[in-house]
């Protein structure tokens, strides 16, 4: 009607062509491409109105490639409105499922494992032999130099799970309260200190947790101080020592025993004061909100 040339229509009409079939098979700008290679061939040498038939052609293979996906654009528009991909949420967890396995909580679990050990070696062969005794002292102590290193492994390179908060004074507890009932048992230390230090440890960490809904009673210089006397007295305990070392690992653990009840008053002090400031604060905040 306009005189545009049938070469021209053809190709148009070949690029809408080839870019429909092109939309089936070749996704995004591999689509565009095919479409103008086909318009190019159904037109050579087509004037203005050819290669007005090719852009039309291609818009048309845009439009149609974009019909064909639409996954790719769905996953698109949710990046751009910030939520991400499912496969990446997953990724994620597993990621944080396989931060358990850090070297922080592998610390941790070598101290539990080393609990069984120390008591079967502190026990073998009547639990008087030095050979064992010395053997027992260095589980112990691999057992007491781990727990230095974990926890400022943990806090230092941002690998603290919650598996590490249950075990890990668990596994304080255990090579501690293990070392000081086979002694007792053994009658080589009395049992009111161990029932003393027991008692003590106990008790802080169920005060711990019932005042964890207020707030979290921080270690103090003193409790680190406590931690230190124990583990020194502890382990001369378990070595075989005779003459003036006898003598001076009873004041070691003299010490100990002071430092241990000192600092469990000071812990029932801060978790009387941590109750009645989170108490007044909550008081605080219903009357606000009331107002």
Not at 36 to 58: I, K, L, M, N, T
Not at 92 to 105: E, G, L, P
Not at 251 to 266: C, I, K, P, R, S
Request: hydrophobic content about 50%; glycine content about 12%.
């Amino acid at each position: 009607m306009t005189g545009v040339p049938a070469s021209a229509a053809g190709g148009s009409s070949g690029a809408r062509r080839a870019a429909a079939s092109a939309s089936t098979a070749v996704p995004g700008k591999v689509a565009e491409a095919a479409a103008a290679r086909s318009a190019d061939g159904g037109a050579p040498g087509a004037g203005p109105s050819a290669s007005s038939g090719v852009r039309h052609g291609g818009t048309a293979g845009e439009a149609a490639a974009g019909g064909a996906v639409p996954g790719e654009d769905a996953g698109l528009d949710a990046q751009d409105d910030g939520k991400a991909p499912r496969g990446a949420k997953i990724a994620a967890a597993a990621v944080n499922q396989a931060s358990v396995w850090n070297i922080a909580n592998l610390l941790t679990m070598l101290r539990l494992v080393l609990v069984p050990g120390f008591v079967a070696l502190m026990l073998a062969d009547g639990g008087y032999d030095p050979a064992w005794r010395s053997l027992a002292w260095a589980a112990f102590a691999i057992a007491m130099i781990t727990d230095l290193f974990d926890g400022h492994l943990a806090r230092t390179y941002n690998l603290v799970t919650d598996f590490g908060k249950i075990a890990d004074p668990i596994a304080d507890k255990a090579i501690m309260g293990a070392a000081l009932i086979c002694l007792s048992a053994l009658g080589d230390l009395p049992w009111w200190v161990t029932g003393i230090i027991l008692g003590r440890e106990l008790g802080i960490t169920l005060l711990r947790f019932l005042v964890i809904r207020y707030g979290v009673i921080p270690a103090s210089r003193g409790g680190k101080l406590k931690t230190l006397t124990q583990g020194v007295a502890v382990g001369m305990y378990v070595l075989a020592l005779t003459g003036w070392l006898a003598t001076l690992r009873w004041w070691v653990m003299a010490a100990a025993v002071v430092l241990t009840v000192v600092t469990g008053l000071d812990y029932v002090k801060q978790a009387i004061v941590l109750r009645r400031q989170g108490i007044a604060e909550r008081k605080a905040a219903l009357e606000e909100k009331e107002a």
